[in-house]
């Protein structure tokens, strides 16, 4: 038996089928996988993200702390409640994990950080805070539910607080609310408009089930790893992990390289990867025949060399088969790749795939 969120009571009578993920036993489908997909696409979708770990950073260094341990810098957020995008690095470079931080006053800041990861992230945040004197608190009494699609946040507004509500839906894309025990980030993973609420772990149950009365569908790993390839986003574990640096994971626009003087770690090793001139390149594929892209495919680039499929699968608003490979830097826009002993030719394309629910790539 692996570990469970507040709402895995909710799942089985929902009748999901669940599955492990990180040690977490969560749903995977709660019938049809397209299903869920097209209902997060077309109308309003929600899944539990409570296995993921919310960090509560506090200190009076915990700016400078931050920023010495972020690849991105968190000084770009002025307003409060802005959210940031970044990876965490080690010193050789390698992804530790990619997260977001909201900025919610001078002495405290947000972190959510992926479930796969959760322990070795909260110990490298412990190890790094010593010399800074900043309070790392896991919030292991927080549940959150990612609520997704273009109808989503007006049919989450109905089951919150009217006042907060209110406050919510003025919330731009990328800026979270502390209203109290309720706390709502118009963030998510799905490539769709949407709010993630994180709520305390006693309360889950009974936000899932309103959300589930105005409509909302539960959706489960499946469309949601659909959902994010379409959005094109990465996954912690198969398209970036402790191997692989930002700039070959199609994640150098989250480097912030300056000012010059801000030694985040990771930054010496980045600045020899990228001064060679030969990084891997990361990039969308698309399947023109019937053959579905997955995960550790070869690619096969002619005359130029090999790379691998970091993530792959059918994609249910294109009806096509998409994914992301890693690729020698010299790649141009046709490939092939090796699929149960065939080869098959792909297109090399810009993530992402689908962009408001509707292609965003020629076909």
């Keep these: 038996m692996g570990l469970r969120t507040p709402l895995y009571d909710s799942h089985l009578a929902a009748g999901a089928r669940t599955v492990d993920f990180g040690g977490w036993d969560m749903p995977v489908n709660y019938g049809s996988q397209i299903e869920e997909h097209h ?43 802005k959210a940031l995008y970044s990876c965490m690095l080690r010193a050789s470079g390698g992804v530790i994990d990619d997260l ?11 972190m959510v950080v992926n479930a796969g990861t959760r322990e070795k992230d909260v110990k490298w945040l412990l190890e790094q805070a010593a010399s800074f004197g900043v309070s790392v608190e896991p919030r292991t009494d927080l549940a959150m539910i990612a609520v997704q699609g273009p109808n989503a946040r007006q049919k ?10 209110e ?18 980030a118009r963030t998510g993973y799905t490539g769709e408009d949407g709010w993630e609420l994180t709520m305390p772990a006693g309360e889950a149950a009974t936000y899932w089930q309103k959300l589930r009365d105005m409509g909302v569908r539960p959706c489960g790993l499946g469309a949601r ?31 912030a390289w300056e000012p010059q003087d801000r030694d985040f770690v990771g930054r010496a090793a980045l600045t020899v990867q990228k001064a ?24 096969i680039v002619a005359n130029v060399g090999e790379g691998e499929v970091t993530s792959g699968t059918f994609s ?8 992301f490979a890693r690729v020698p830097a010299q790649t141009g826009d046709r490939c092939e790749v090796e699929i149960r002993g065939k080869l098959v030719p792909a297109r090399v394309v810009k993530p992402p795939f689908v962009r408001n629910g509707k292609a965003a790539i020629a076909l």
């Design 39 to 81: 209902a997060v696409r077309r109308d309003a979708g929600m899944f539990d993200v409570s296995h993921m770990c919310v960090v509560d950073l506090r200190g009076g260094t915990v700016r400078d702390y931050l920023r010495h341990l972020l690849a991105n810098d968190i000084a770009k957020l002025a307003q409060t409640g």
């Design 100 to 110: 977001i931080v909201y900025f919610l006053d001078d002495q405290w800041y947000r």
């Design 156 to 165: 989450a507004a109905q089951v919150i607080e009217p006042g907060v509500a």
């Design 167 to 184: 406050r919510a839906l003025q919330l731009g894309p990328f800026f979270g609310l502390d209203a109290g025990t309720l706390f709502v």
């Design 225 to 255: 790893d659909t959902l994010r390839l379409e959005a094109g986003m990465n996954l912690y574990g198969n398209d970036m992990d402790e191997t692989t640096s930002p700039l070959e994971s199609g994640l150098g626009w989250t480097v």
């Design 276 to 299: 060679s001139g030969d990084v891997r390149k990361f990039v969308g594929l698309l399947v023109e025949d019937r053959a579905v892209l997955r995960t550790h495919q070869k690619v």
């Design 316 to 323: 249910p608003t294109l009806q096509r088969s998409i994914g």
